[in-house]
Each structure stands twice: as structure tokens, then as C-alpha cells.
């Protein structure tokens, strides 16, 4: 069985949690990352977790100003136990910008996370309602959902009416951080007009949400003005809602972005709540044939030069990159990102590498998202079945947080990080050794596992049984294996001949 | 709309195939790779395409063997037609042993087709009664539905009773070369029992289904006596049906494998019929922990060494492949493999790239296959969601497809393959340009992509609009992008005046 354990930090109110599944036998549990924070049903609020820190320092500055300090909070350290590293090693990180742990004060009730190259991949789910669709309950249970199957951050995407109440509802029920795009709901302010969007009702957006807790705001101030006739030839031409906007009002005005020429303020008021920016990719590409573009990268040059002024005021820093990208293109998107942008952390959509695969675009994108990681991708927006043809409901947010927890793994398992084989050789231990129970509970998600074993094998007895379904009780390789194991462990020449006279009974019970 | 169309070769009697999706407006059509063959509702049969072909030849020789005389057989040509490349590379591909091209003389029924590195990336799906489930009928559906999502050939996999009714419905309704793996019924012959199974009861079998007009086998004959210790410290042993039959037998008699000891005898017979070898990787990973190991490396030098004998009897050889590798660890499997065996085709299961996802190893191993595709492997055989807990049923067998024929595109954009492209950018370009129908028509799966569109904006009008239900009317990015277009197109400066004194009317109506 799967169940919750917390283990307790240097004080007693750092208790981080885990998901241990038990094993069969005298295999040792199993402790997993787990997101999915305290269980709140129906959702009235999160209790403030981290409101004791935030009041114990009193005048407050961001994670990157303490860990330039040498300082570790409790969040730090916090995080580095989720991550199974020293609480020194989250401070570096945070210290060098290459990692950032997104936790507006005003959202005490989030488990501190930190995302960075060095520390697991992270996956984001997006969720939000819309001008023609979705509502504040369901959104709610969409987080909870999300943060079940393993999102580690949810941004709120919503749009149309009750944007104020939709966010207010998800932030203080999530135990995860939570992103926001202000723009949207600048926009909604001015009366859907770009033209009319200002600086000042931007900036208000900004502080009514940094009030409500968003820890951290995708802010596309790297679209310029110059940059928009890069696009002209493309394919796909902006896809980005942020960035078309932002390039509406630069080109109607003939004016810089005003998120550029306000960028210091900016830093100004994410530096009093400890928001995080994710510097967003407004030219990203929307297609195979955009992909790395002069209009891509110009921006991605830009965001480089934010980034330092961002540090400058001691504000936390990810840059957000594609989106559709082919496989022989991923690796550059990293490198060069990594070098214009300081190391500061890469926060991708995918990539997607096709196009022409709607309806399973969590999985053309899984495939970009698992190569775009290992080479130092950092966090991992989700896509789920439903991009590009309608908005996710409760399954395609599932369908999209589980290949991404899939693409984020096999990273973590190319890249080496401690630990994320033993998850791996646990599970193939148990289905070696035909523990069914044990293989399902340890499975990303055991209830499908366990749903598709009994389409074929439905009863109980075939949960015990040395085989499966598919070769059956004779043909089993992994059954023959183990008898080999067995024989061959005691000398192969002496055995054979006893094995031969035993009457090829390569199908004995194997005590497990 | 899709409609099948025919291109004319040499002679009439090559006709071959394409589903052509017609587009609206003066959009050209768009010509796909067709695998579903010729209608046949009930499967009584499909006609003998290529039997004037084998008969104008009188004795039958291997295709390896006209490509070496520098002949172009009709069945080059069609592949040729069907690649979009000159029927001389594909028989220099197949003389240089790079490609193949399986074509058993007693499956005339098939398509020709041709696997090697140079050509687009194709795509096997596994079918087969089991012991414990599935009829001869349910298997005949699953091959047509099988065909229909893409599969570029079909292996029966069958076990249990009706293995020849089986097969014989199977080959004879195959618009696709079939392969098998003939120790399957070479053990049920002889009672289920691997230490009975003999040379002569193998043969036999062999002839039976050549004589059927399977295209291709998978022989284990590198699962060398010697090899079968370097199992033994593996997380999961051996995980190949017929690697573990083969070990089973190689260590109860202490002998050599009789696969190895007669391969010269098995050329002989394969060279009569045009069966092409699928050398089999019966010691390949089952998990993270074995990839890339003694034994599973050890076995692949002597599937090299198989290679040659094959080819001096002019007989096709592909090569098997894993399984499970983590992404690190996957080029060195397509590098190691051209190198030992003399660049023969690279035939991958996979591979999965985490183990933790059962329920969901069409993803997990996705990622694997559009990867080592990339790399270099020719065909991928898929993997369905059901792997590891149960037979797949037919909705299993088209997510299976489809999940690999997406990593069979992504690899061949990213090889830069002739005209793979030209498929995404004419469904981004509808995307682009609100074309709802052309984007589901080229869509892989037209059915689901517009199903899921239904889902949120389901009225007909929704199909022409120019926006989509994730933004909305108001917000649309692409519909931003697109009066973007317009603008910037016709000058920037002077153009900004007179788009701020429309109105800020980014929302006018696009002529598409």
C-alpha cells in the first residue's frame, strides 16, 4: 500500500512529506516525492504551513537575497529534504541562480519546492477557466487532481469573468506553488482591448495578484517592438497569447513594450512578496517549421538581460522556452539558453516534435519534454490530449500530468540523480519476482495498472500467479529466467544434468 | 477529405497506393503513406498483387540477390514510388544489406515495402492468441485495424491452439509483410517441453510457415550457451520468450544452441522462400538496471557474425534491438549495432525509457523509439499499453500505432527526411489559418481530433471560426498573429498609425 510519512527537519515544524509504498516479503518501502499536500475535501483552505517562518523574519526578502546571505530558511531546507540533498546544496543553487524556490509570502499554505537543473525535473500543470467554458469548482478540483498525479507547480490560465475569485479559491487550496499570466487579466480590466492596456493597470494587476499569493508570473516583457516583424514570415506566426498581445500594442503604438521600459518596477514590487518571474517566451515557436527562429532567439537574448536586472533586485528568475521544436533542435534551445540566460532555470512547453499528431499531443510533446530535461531543462509544462482542440477536463489533465511525470523521470534517470534507479529496479525487482501487488502500487498510477491486469487475468488468484497474461502458464520467459537464476547460481555444468533429470521442470514454484 | 489514390510505376501492375487528404481553398493536397491496403469487408482474402511479378522470374531468388545482379524488381520500384525516392537506392540500399525488403513468394498479397535507415522510419505492430484469451477472428480485426492506424508490418505472435488457422487468416488478409517467432510453435509441437525441442522439429516448422508466406522470422540464434551466466546478476534475467527457451534448452543439455549450430541450413531454407531473418535479441534489457550489459552486448556481436553467413546466402537480415534503455544510454545500442553488424537494419522494441509507468509504456517507450530512431534504427516494433499486464485489445493495438507512428514521424523530421516536413507544415499552415477540417484531415487521427474539438465547441459553426475554445473569441493568439500578418506585411510604421485609428481593431474578420 501506498501512505503518507513525514520526515522531520531540524526543527519540528519542518515535517516534509512522502509517499511510501510498502513492499512484500522483506523488501524494504519504497519513499517517493509527493505533491499531492494535505488532504482538504471538500477544499476550505490549506492549513498556513510556512506562516511561522514568514512572521519569524520579520521584514521580509526573497530566498535568493537569504541564500546570498549564506542564510538557509526552513523552505531550503525544507526542499532539500524532498530532494534528498544537503540543505547547503538548495542554498548554492538559489544563491548562483541556477534554481529557484517560488513561495510568495502571502501563500503560506505551499510545501517549499525548488527547480533547478541539479534537483528532479519538475512538471507544471496549466488549469484555468475560460470566455466559453469551466467554472471555479471545477478549476479547484482540477488543482487537487493535478497535484495528486504529481504537478508540482499548477499555473491558473483563467480568463473571462471571476478571475479574482478562481484564483483566490485555487491558491488557497494548493500545496503546490502557483503560476499566473497577469496579462490575461490586465486585459480583462481595459475591456479586452490591447490597444488600451497601460503600464499602471498592468502594475495594479500585479500587486492585487502578488496580494492573493502567486508565487510565480509569467511576464513576456521580451517581446520588442523590433522583434515583431521577425514573425512576419513564419508559419505559425506568434502563438503565444501573452506575446500576440504584447506585440499588438507595440505595433498599433509604435512604442516599447511597456513591460521592458517598467522592467525595474517590476523587480520593485516581486521583490516585496518574494514572486518569482518566469521571463515568458512570447515568439516561441508554434510549429516544426518556426522552430529556433531569428524572432525565438532575439527574444531569448533579451530575457538574458532581464534576468540580470532581475538579480540585481534579488528577485528569483526562470526563463520559459518551447513549444514546437523537431528532436535534432532541442539541444540548441538548451545551450543557448543556458549561456544568454546565466544559467538562471529553463521552464519549456514540450516541445512538441510534430505537428501533426492533434488529440495526442501529450505525447508528441513527451517526447520533446524527456530530451529538452535531460539536457538541462529544469520544469516541464504540461500539454495534455486536448492542446490545440479544446480545454482539458479531469482526464486529459490526468493523461497530461502523467507523461509528463514519465518524460520528467527518465531524465532524472539519464541524468544520473541520485536515487530515481531506485524506483525504477524496485518495481522491476517486483515484477521480476511476479509481485503483482507490489509492481502496482509502486506503478506512476496503480489504479490503471491494476485496472488493465484484470481486463485479462480478472481474478484474485492471477494476482498471486507466477505469470501473466501474455505468454500465459507454460510460455512464461520471465518464470524460465528464474529457474535459470536458480541454476544457474549453483554451477551451470554440475546443474545441467540435474536439471535435465528432474524431468525439464523449468516451470517449479519459485519462492520469491 | 482522405481518399486513397494510386501513382502508376513502370507497368500497369504497379499501382501504388497514398491517402491523399484534399484541403479547402487553393491549398494543394497532401499525399500520405498508405499501409491500409485494398478494402476487404468481411477479410475473405485480398488479391495476389505481386504473384505475375514472382511468376515472370521462374526460379525465385531473394530481392538481396537481384539487388547484387543490379536488378529493379517491381516490388523495388513500388517501394521506391512509395519512399518518393529512384528505385536504384532502394536496390542499392538492399544490396549493400543496409534495407530490406521482406517479401515472401507465398505472400503475394503484399505491398512491397522497404525497411533500412535511408527510407522513412516505419512501424511494427504485434498481434497473436494467447494461451489464456483471443480468437482467430479477434486477431484478423486487430491486423486490418492495425493496418488502418499505420503499421508498416504485422507480427503474429500467436500461442496456444490455432497457431496455423491463425496465421494462414492473418497472411492471407496482410497488406503488410507478417513475421513470426517460429519457436512458438516449434514448442507447442513438441508437448510444451523446451528439452524436447529438436533441430528437425524447428525445421519443420520453419518450412510450414514460409510455405504460409510468413516475410519475415525471428530466430534467437545468438543466445549463445556461454552467454546465459551473464544473465544471472540481473535485476530482471531473461525477458525474451525465445531467449528464455533457447537458455532453458542450452543449459539442460549443456550443448550449443541448435538455432546457431544449423544457421546455414536455416539460410538455405529462408533463401527459397525470400524470408527475411529478424535476428532475434533474446537477451536483450528488460529493465533500466540490464541496458547495454555483458550479455545483452555479448549476444549482439554474434548477431553480427549471423549477419554475414545470411548475407553469402543471399538472404535479408534485420537486427533486434531493446527493450529498456534509459535515454543516456540509447545511441550507444544504434552505434554498436551498425558497427557489429555491418550496418543491417536495426529493428528496436522500444525502447522504454523508466519502468515505473506500467499502464502507460506506449509513452514510456515512445520516447525510447523516437530517439533511437533518430539515431538510426529502421523499424520500431510499438508497445502497447497494456505491456507488462495484459493483451491489448483493439483499442490498445491503435494507441500502440499511433504512439509509434508519432515517434516514427518525429525521428524522420529530425533525420530530415525528403518531404516528411510537408506534412506538418500543411497542418500547421490550416491550424494557422482556422482551416478546423483540413486540420482534422491531416491529422493522424482525424476521428479523436475531432472528437475532442466537438467536446468543448461541438455547433458546426465552431469549425469555421476563427478562434478555439482554449482562448475564446477575444483572445485568440492566432487571430492576433494573423492581423499581425497583415499589418507588418504592408510596412510597419506607416501601418501602426492607421491600426490604432481603425479602432484597435485586431479582431477584423481574415480572409483565409
Redesign the interface.
Known amino acids: 500500500m501506498k501512505r503518507k510519512v513525514h520526515v522531520q527537519g531540524s526543527r519540528d515544524d519542518i515535517r516534509v512529506p512522502f509517499a511510501e509504498v510498502e513492499l512484500s516479503g522483506d523488501n524494504p518501502p519504497v519513499r517517493l516525492y509527493d505533491t499531492s499536500g494535505p488532504l482538504n475535501d471538500p477544499p476550505t483552505g490549506l492549513p498556513p504551513l510556512r506562516a511561522p517562518w514568514i512572521a519569524e523574519r520579520g521584514v521580509e526578502r526573497t530566498q535568493l537575497y537569504y541564500a546570498r546571505q549564506g542564510i538557509v530558511t526552513p523552505e531550503m531546507e525544507f526542499a532539500a529534504i524532498r530532494e534528498g540533498v544537503e540543505p547547503s546544496v538548495v542554498r548554492e543553487e538559489i544563491a548562483a541562480g541556477r534554481a529557484i524556490l517560488p513561495n510568495n509570502v502571502n501563500h503560506p499554505e505551499s510545501e517549499p519546492m525548488v527547480i533547478g537543473s541539479r534537483f528532479l525535473v519538475k512538471v507544471n500543470a496549466n488549469i484555468g477557466t475560460?470566455?466559453?467554458?469551466s467554472g471555479v469548482q471545477e478549476e479547484v478540483a482540477k488543482l487537487t487532481w493535478a497535484t495528486r498525479w504529481g504537478a508540482d507547480t499548477v499555473m491558473d490560465l483563467s480568463?473571462?469573468k471571476h478571475i479574482h475569485a478562481t484564483r483566490e479559491a485555487i491558491v488557497r487550496n494548493s500545496p503546490v506553488p502557483i503560476g499566473t499570466v497577469p496579462i490575461?487579466q490586465a486585459?480583462e480590466k481595459v475591456g479586452?482591448?490591447?490597444?488600451?492596456l497601460t503600464w499602471e493597470a498592468y502594475r495594479d494587476t500585479i500587486v492585487e495578484q502578488a496580494e492573493q499569493g502567486v508565487d510565480y508570473m509569467t511576464v513576456h516583457a521580451g517581446v520588442l517592438l523590433r522583434y515583431?516583424?521577425m514573425?512576419?514570415g513564419r508559419?505559425?506566426?506568434?502563438?503565444?497569447?501573452g506575446?500576440?498581445?504584447m506585440?499588438?500594442w507595440c505595433?498599433?503604438?509604435?512604442e516599447e513594450n511597456f513591460l521592458y521600459t517598467h522592467f525595474a518596477e517590476l523587480c520593485e514590487i516581486f521583490a516585496r512578496y518574494d514572486v518569482a518571474f518566469s521571463l515568458g517566451d512570447g515568439l516561441r515557436p508554434?510549429?516544426?517549421?518556426d522552430a529556433n527562429d531569428e524572432a525565438q532567439l532575439a527574444e531569448l537574448r533579451t530575457l538574458g538581460e532581464l534576468t540580470k536586472i532581475a538579480w540585481e533586485h534579488d528577485v528569483q528568475v526562470m526563463i520559459e522556452g518551447p513549444g514546437?521544436v523537431?528532436?535534432?533542435k532541442i539541444k540548441e534551445n538548451v545551450d543557448l539558453q543556458k549561456e544568454w540566460c546565466h544559467e538562471a532555470p529553463f521552464y519549456t512547453l514540450g516541445p512538441l516534435?510534430?505537428?501533426?499528431?492533434?488529440?495526442?499531443d501529450?505525447?508528441?510533446s513527451?517526447?520533446g519534454a524527456?530530451?529538452i530535461a535531460?539536457y538541462g531543462t529544469a520544469m516541464l509544462c504540461y500539454v495534455t490530449?486536448?492542446e490545440?482542440?479544446?480545454?482539458p477536463?479531469r482526464d486529459d489533465v490526468k493523461a497530461g500530468v502523467?507523461?509528463y511525470?514519465?518524460?520528467a523521470?527518465?531524465?532524472d534517470?539519464?541524468?544520473?540523480h541520485p536515487g530515481a534507479?531506485a524506483?525504477?529496479?524496485a518495481?522491476?525487482?517486483a515484477?521480476?519476482e511476479f509481485r503483482w501487488e507490489d509492481?502496482?502500487n509502486?506503478?506512476?498510477?496503480p489504479d490503471?495498472?491494476r485496472?488493465?491486469?484484470d481486463?485479462?487475468?480478472p481474478a484474485q488468484p492471477a494476482k498471486t500467479a507466477h505469470f501473466?497474461?501474455?505468454?500465459?502458464?507454460?510460455?512464461?520467459?520471465?518464470k524460465?529466467?528464474?529457474?535459470?537464476?536458480e541454476?544457474?547460481?549453483l554451477g551451470?555444468?554440475a546443474?545441467?544434468?540435474e536439471?535435465?533429470s528432474s524431468g525439464?521442470q523449468?516451470y517449479l514454484p519459485v519462492v520469491s
Open positions: 475560460s470566455a466559453v467554458s480568463t473571462g490575461y486585459l479586452g482591448d490591447p490597444l488600451k515583431v516583424p514573425t512576419v508559419v505559425t506566426g506568434i502563438v503565444s497569447r506575446g500576440s498581445i506585440a499588438a505595433l498599433a503604438r509604435h508554434g510549429s516544426i517549421a514546437h523537431p528532436m535534432h516534435t510534430t505537428d501533426v499528431a492533434p488529440a495526442y501529450h505525447i508528441t513527451a517526447i524527456a530530451m535531460m490530449p486536448k490545440h482542440l479544446g480545454l477536463n502523467i507523461a511525470k514519465i518524460a523521470h527518465a531524465a534517470l539519464a541524468k544520473g534507479q524506483w525504477d529496479d518495481l522491476s525487482k515484477r521480476f509492481q502496482f509502486l506503478a506512476m498510477d490503471t495498472a485496472a488493465y491486469h481486463e485479462t487475468l501473466c497474461s501474455m505468454c500465459g502458464p507454460k510460455f512464461c520467459s520471465m524460465i529466467s528464474q529457474d535459470l537464476h541454476y544457474a547460481a551451470m555444468e546443474k545441467s544434468a536439471f535435465a525439464g523449468v
